[in-house]
Each structure stands twice: as structure tokens, then as C-alpha cells.
Nanobody, 114 residues
Framework: VQLQASGGGLVQAGGFLRLSCEAS????????IGWFRQAPGKERELVAT???????TYANAVKGRFTIFRRNAEDAVYLQMNSLAPEDTAVYYCSTVVRGVRRWGQGTQVTVSS
């Protein structure tokens, strides 16, 4: 049971990135998925969630800029990040709970330059 996050990179302020989360060993479509991020020296924080039926929630800091969505045909969850700002710089993780155990992807670095 593994999660794989990808799509990070270096982007200028105002730019955009799309992160992807895929799974092996289970079907991502069946689970609620969360995107988290952790900036240097800070605690990991929840950015957005999507339920198995598509309901979404967002942290106030990203509302209106980030969109979480899933493509069931691809069994993947995405985080579209627009209007990126330097304070969005962090390692981003996707996560879910499978059989009572929280699973984390390995993280993907997002760096936003000013």
C-alpha cells in the first residue's frame, strides 16, 4: 500500500503547478484523500481534502487559488495550484487512511520564487 505524489517544482510567484497523487496496492477512488504541506521549520498542515464522492474542503490560505479534484478513470487525485506565492513553498504530501492506518506519499517539493 503506497501513495506517490508528483508534480512539484520551481515556479515564479503568480505561476501554477499541478500535483498528482497515485496509489499502488489499493484503489484511490474508494478513499478520501488529503493534500498536506510542510514548510521548513513549520508543522505539517492540511491544505485540501476530497471525499470518495467528490466533496472538497480547503484551508483558508489556499481557498480560491487551489483546486483538488479526482479523475476516477485514472484512479488519481490532483491538486491544481494557481496564483502561487512564496509562502506556498513547502513539501507537499498526499495522504489517506487505509485499514485504520494513515498512509503518506513521499512528498514533492514546491518552491515559489518571488
Amino acid at each position: 500500500v503506497q501513495l506517490q505524489a508528483s508534480g512539484g517544482g520551481l515556479v515564479q510567484a503568480g505561476g501554477f503547478l499541478r500535483l498528482s497523487c497515485e496509489a499502488s496496492g489499493f484503489t484511490l477512488n474508494d478513499y478520501a484523500i488529503g493534500w498536506f504541506r510542510q514548510a521548513p521549520g513549520k508543522e505539517r498542515e492540511l491544505v485540501a481534502t476530497i471525499s470518495s464522492d467528490g466533496g472538497t474542503t480547503y484551508a483558508n490560505a489556499v481557498k480560491g487559488r487551489f483546486t483538488i479534484f479526482r479523475r476516477n478513470a485514472e484512479d488519481a487525485v490532483y491538486l491544481q495550484m494557481n496564483s502561487l506565492a512564496p509562502e506556498d513553498t513547502a513539501v507537499y504530501y498526499c495522504s489517506t487512511v487505509v485499514r485504520g492506518v494513515r498512509r503518506w506519499g513521499q512528498g514533492t517539493q514546491v518552491t515559489v520564487s518571488s
